[in-house]
């Protein structure tokens, strides 16, 4: 970002805590997503399982985006 685009140092900060505490959510989400892999479930328990887990990689690949937009506010 430009100078002229920098968000506050407040808004920065907070917004780090909140991709922190992000990312702890969704490692949550995806540890229960592997255990629940590994029950060996059938047919629609092992799509939701999938459809689970994709949303989750998802999710990480967000946040991680928004914390290296942050990184460069540095």
Known sequence: MEKSQQLA??????LRALAHDLSNSIETI???CYLLAQANLEGNGKKWVGLIDTAAQDAARINRGIREILRSQS
């Open 30 to 32: 995806m540890q229960a």
């Open 9 to 14: 140092p407040e808004v920065t900060k907070q």
